[in-house]
């Protein structure tokens, strides 16, 4: 079943083009990491899937619905419906400072005000026992490692119960010895079959846990397959650079 369809997604800033054509398929519990040097594309493709930039052209269906349909929008009240399905992980945690671990994990639920208060505090708790925070519920940010603020963002991102969850470079403003107690729990999600797509730097969780790998330059897709073939054996030259200076 196909999770999310992306056709021909054509954006620019200015007179700049930024995604040329992005075409590719996300189907239930795939795990696809994309890789590509700064600038390729990749933080503005999944910004532009989850609603937070505008495209130009091109479709974005989620779950058979289109959010936009051939540069065509669908109506608030749908998109709003179409976006909730989907879960956000951000570099810089985007979590809101003024707010406990709690209270940042049950606000979008408790606005939407389709769920008992008490359901939604159980889900936060069982969400931060998942994550291995269940001691800093009261904690806010400032008090928290990037590794724990990054683990809250995942908790809460997956209050929502998304469909599919998007991280974008979710490590890469962590200190190293810290990247690895959120790997950990991206792994955890991913052998649970949880459908995800993965910017990243981390080659070596990539091989490990992607079943695809999309590799992007200069806004287009320009090489895509199983970890085991791309990285041992990229097609194109540009490819191949890219891995060896990434491993
Ligand atoms: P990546 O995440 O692969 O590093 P980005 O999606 O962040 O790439 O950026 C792609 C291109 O779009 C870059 O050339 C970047 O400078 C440009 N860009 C990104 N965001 C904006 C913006 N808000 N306004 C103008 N240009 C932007
Ligand atoms: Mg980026």
């Given amino acids: 079943?196909?999770?999310?369809?992306?056709?021909?997604?054509?954006?620019?800033?200015?007179?700049?083009?930024?995604?040329?054509q992005i075409t590719f398929d996300v189907n239930k519990n795939d795990v696809i990491a994309v890789i590509g040097p700064s600038g390729s594309g990749k933080s503005t493709m999944l910004r532009s899937i989850v609603n937070l930039e505008k495209i130009d052209g091109g479709s974005i269906r989620v779950c058979g619905d289109h959010l936009v349909k051939?540069?065509?929008?669908?109506?608030?009240?749908?998109?709003?419906?179409?976006?909730?399905?989907?879960?956000?992980?951000?570099?810089?945690?985007n979590l809101f400072p003024?707010?406990?671990?709690?209270?940042?994990?049950?606000?979008a639920p408790k606005m939407l005000k389709i769920e008992h208060?008490?359901?939604?505090?159980?889900?936060?708790?069982?969400?931060?026992?998942?994550v291995g925070l269940?001691?800093?519920a009261a904690a806010y940010p400032s008090k928290l490692s990037g590794?724990?603020?990054?683990?809250?963002?995942?908790?809460?991102?997956?209050m929502m119960n998304p469909d599919i969850m998007l991280f974008d470079e979710p490590t890469s403003a962590l200190d190293p010895e810290l990247t690895g107690e959120v790997l950990k729990v991206m792994k955890q999600l991913a052998e649970e079959h949880m459908t995800m797509i993965v910017v990243t730097h981390e080659m070596g969780f990539a091989k490990e846990v992607a079943n695809q790998v999309i590799f992007m330059d200069n806004g287009r897709i320009i090489e895509s397959g199983h970890p085991t073939e791309l990285f041992i054996n990229p097609k194109l030259d540009r490819t191949k650079a890219f891995i060896e200076r990434s491993f």
């Avoid at 008490?118 to 998942?130: G, H, N, P, T, W």
């Avoid at 590794?147 to 997956?158: E, F, S, T």
Wanted: net charge positive; charged share 30%; proline share 1%.
């Fill in 147 to 158: 590794g724990q603020k990054q683990r809250v963002a995942i908790a809460r991102a997956l």
């Fill in 98 to 107: 003024h707010l406990t671990v709690k209270e940042n994990l049950e606000l």
């Fill in 117 to 130: 208060a008490k359901v939604i505090q159980q889900r936060s708790a069982d969400l931060l026992e998942k």
């Fill in 134 to 136: 269940s001691d800093r």
């Fill in 70 to 93: 051939d540069g065509i929008y669908a109506k608030p009240q749908e998109i709003k419906q179409i976006t909730s399905k989907m879960g956000m992980v951000f570099q810089h945690f």
């Fill in 1 to 20: 079943m196909s999770i999310l369809e992306i056709t021909k997604l054509q954006k620019s800033y200015g007179e700049i083009e930024v995604l040329k």
